[in-house]
């Protein structure tokens, strides 16, 4: 089992820049592929970005290209997200997430969140 607790949530002016942390503990940080989701009042989880097991190969949605870059430090066992040039609409709960490559997110492992909240 994999335990995940983020950091670095805040309140944040518009154009400003906040950087997540995930710290892992348990199994193999390296052993699984991370990600990150976020949930805003009223909508849907939507996916971020996400990195595989040796941090060469990233993805990200459509909100966050350009602007929001992923990595992880597997020494460390920790997962990060700069967020850069953040605008309100990014404004959300983020959750970082671990699941066994080939598997689906929702059968892996959740933190339980970290705020984010962006002012106009």
């Known amino acids: 089992q994999v335990q995940l607790v983020e950091s670095g949530g805040g309140l944040v002016q518009a154009g400003g820049s906040l950087r997540l942390s995930c710290a892992a503990s348990?199994?193999?940080?390296?052993?699984?592929?991370m990600g990150w989701f976020r949930q805003a009042p009223g909508k849907e989880r939507e996916f971020v970005a996400s990195?595989?097991?040796?941090?060469?190969?990233?993805a990200y949605g459509d909100s966050a290209k350009g602007r929001f870059t992923i990595s992880r430090d597997n020494p460390k066992n920790t997962l990060y997200l700069q967020m850069n040039s953040l605008e309100p609409e990014d404004t959300a709960v983020y959750y970082c997430?671990?699941?066994?490559?080939?598997?689906?997110?929702?059968?892996?492992?959740w933190g339980q969140g970290t705020q984010v909240t962006v002012s106009s």
């Open positions: 990195i595989i097991r040796s941090g060469g190969i990233t």
């Open positions: 348990g199994r193999t940080f390296s052993s699984y592929d």
């Open positions: 997430a671990a699941a066994v490559p080939g598997s689906s997110w929702n059968s892996g492992y």
